[in-house]
């Protein structure tokens, strides 16, 4: 993100946030841009703020259901071959999203994903999901090391990201007070 922050305009680098986002958010509609870069500290920080009046099924007419983690988090994408020849390599980074999405008037969480959380000694990960008043609060963090993996440790590398992902990818549901 860095990299684009610096080779685009501002905004060139809103149109491409604004593209990311509607790969998983319909109607997507970014209404505050900040970006911090403390190149010095190595941390870049994107702070944005957006709405989606269609996110999410509505189902039955008083179920909605969303994954709240909304942006798809920056990792490593393994194909789904068994096994590898070649050595595996990761560059250390760490991924912090927090997410406080505003639920929609009358309604509350009826089914929260469930938290995950996994270490390994060439990454660890966690993932939460909570209720605040009107507010459902995703706090995610996904740490890797710079480090040289022999292709034997394919399949652990592999399971390592592919939970995280599912993680990631699961849903909430919320449902329609009756008052």
Known sequence: MRGEHFS?????FRAGLERMLSRTVKA???????????FEKNAFRINLNFGSQGYGQLMQ????????????????????????TEPILLRAAVYRKHVRIKLPPGFTVDELP???????????FS?????????????????TEGVTLPAEDYGRVKKFFDQFDGADQQRAVLVKSDS
């Open 28 to 38: 997507a509609s970014l209404s505050n841009l900040e970006v911090q870069d403390a």
């Open 127 to 143: 993932l939460s999901f909570r209720q605040d008043a009107s507010e459902l609060i995703v706090e995610e963090e996904l740490t």
């Open 8 to 12: 685009r305009t501002a905004d060139e």
């Open 61 to 84: 007419q008083r179920l909605r259901v969303f994954t709240p983690s909304v942006l798809e988090p920056p990792g490593p994408n393994f194909t789904h071959k068994s096994k590898r």
């Open 114 to 124: 469930e938290a995950a959380k996994m270490d390994e000694d060439f990454g660890r």
